[in-house]
C-alpha cells in the first residue's frame, strides 16, 4: 500500500519537474516571437 502511494508521488513529482523545465521554455518562446514581430 505503502508503495503505491510513494510510485503515485514520484509520478506527480516528475510531471511537476517537467511543468516547471516546460514553461520557462514556453515563456522564452514568445518572448523570441515578440522580439521577432518588433
Known sequence: ???II???NLHT???LNAK???LPNIY???KK???KIR
Do not use: H, R, S
Open 28 to 30: 522564452l518562446g514568445i
Open 20 to 22: 516547471k523545465k516546460i
Open 33 to 35: 516571437v515578440c522580439k
Open 13 to 15: 513529482l516528475a510531471t
Open 6 to 8: 510513494f510510485g503515485e
Open 1 to 3: 500500500m505503502k508503495m
